[in-house]
């Protein structure tokens, strides 16, 4: 009898795994940090921002870091302010699933609404976001480093969770 050969099936990735970030992680995402960002955040600016009461979660793939997002809780607002999927994990889901943890978290904690910032430049997170039912709201002039004279505007986005109670 023949046998069809096939392809062999592709290893399926491990469950993700999220951990709330603490200052022991900081370590660990800082290479992934500074593979994709112009601008990354130093070790300082991450333990600077869990000090001052900002939460983050980091996405863990067979106990090693895969992505991670920080945000910042006001009110019934939550801004996020960093989130990053490792480079060679690019366009595998994570940043949707990063997308989705940080609205069940906002969600959790009672947010009516997330904002965020991004480069007017990265169309790739722009329409991440976008599919993800963040609407543009503005422009924030000048928001972003680009190299030791320019400085790069930011797209300001929002996502509506609920409706504000009157």
């Known amino acids: 009898m023949n046998a069809v050969l096939r392809p062999a099936s592709p290893v399926p990735a491990a469950p993700l795994v999220w951990q709330p970030m603490t200052v022991a992680w900081v370590e660990r995402i800082l290479p992934i940090e500074q593979q994709v960002y112009s601008h990354p955040?130093?070790?300082?600016?991450?333990?600077d921002s869990l000090s001052a009461g900002h939460w983050g979660w980091v996405a863990l793939e067979a106990d090693e870091p895969v992505a991670y997002w920080v945000a910042m809780a006001v009110l019934d607002e939550v801004h996020l302010l960093n989130l990053a999927v490792a480079r060679d994990r690019w366009g595998q889901g994570l940043g949707q699933a990063a997308l989705a943890h940080l609205v069940e978290a906002s969600r959790q904690r009672?947010?009516?609404q997330i904002w965020l910032e991004v480069r007017?430049?990265?169309?790739?997170?722009?329409?991440?976001y976008a599919r993800n039912g963040f609407e543009p709201m503005g422009l924030r002039r000048g928001y972003y480093p680009l190299n030791g004279v320019q400085r790069e505007d930011a797209r300001l986005m929002r996502r509506v969770l609920q409706e504000a109670s009157a």
Do not use: D, K, M, Y
């Open 120 to 128: 007017v430049s990265n169309a790739r997170a722009q329409a991440l």
């Open 41 to 47: 955040w130093t070790r300082g600016n991450f333990i």
């Open 110 to 112: 009672g947010a009516a």
